[in-house]
């Protein structure tokens, strides 16, 4: 009995402060070689972020949150690599975010890649992703310029965000911590 008034405290606490969780995810796609001659690259799809929203809502999820409990949601890093050898064969790529209902804008972006690059560390633009997030699908698109590689080449991308929940959700997360 006498514990049940510092539990009833740090839950008070963990309501009133607002709940950060960060969230790594992974995407990959092989970029087709096209032999000796060469070719134009025109887009780079990024196979496995069409599920992102659903990566997201999962990991808030097992911190208690719902989708209406976003404050705020910023991606703080996305970096291209290829385990496969070099990233040069881009000139160019903008990574773009669109869900239905919210205006598809850019996400991060290189405006050149060093001869040699091996991995490539994306500009990121000041972008809220919560309302993509909270809406029904969320999709990830790249537009890509420079020549195909000579052999198929794979490109991991690896993003970060830091998402952040009202009280509602942070509470949520502590009643959930709790049980």
């Known amino acids: 009995m006498r514990f049940r008034f510092p539990l009833l405290a740090l839950g008070l606490l963990a309501c009133s402060e607002l709940l950060t969780v960060d969230i790594d995810d992974r995407a990959s796609t092989v970029v087709d070689g096209a032999g000796a001659l060469g070719g134009v690259l025109g887009v780079l799809q990024l ?34 690599s290829s385990p496969d050898g070099e990233l040069d064969f881009l000139t160019r790529i903008d990574v773009y975010v669109e869900s239905p209902g919210v205006e598809k804008v850019r ?43 000579v052999e198929d080449t794979t490109v991991d991308a690896d993003l970060a965000l830091t998402v952040t929940a009202t009280p509602r959700g942070a509470c949520n997360a502590a009643g959930q911590a709790a049980r």
Request: charged share 20%; no cysteine.
């Open 47 to 80: 196979a496995g972020w069409d599920g992102l929203s659903v990566t997201v809502e999962d990991e808030l999820a097992n911190q208690g949150v719902a989708k209406g409990d976003l404050v705020s949601a910023e991606l703080t890093s996305l970096v291209l």
């Open 107 to 149: 996400l991060a972006y290189a405006d050149e890649v060093p001869d040699g690059a091996t991995t490539l560390a994306l500009t990121l633009e000041d972008v809220d992703l919560a309302p993509y997030i909270e809406a029904e699908s969320l999709a990830i698109t790249t537009s890509a310029e420079g020549v195909a590689p």
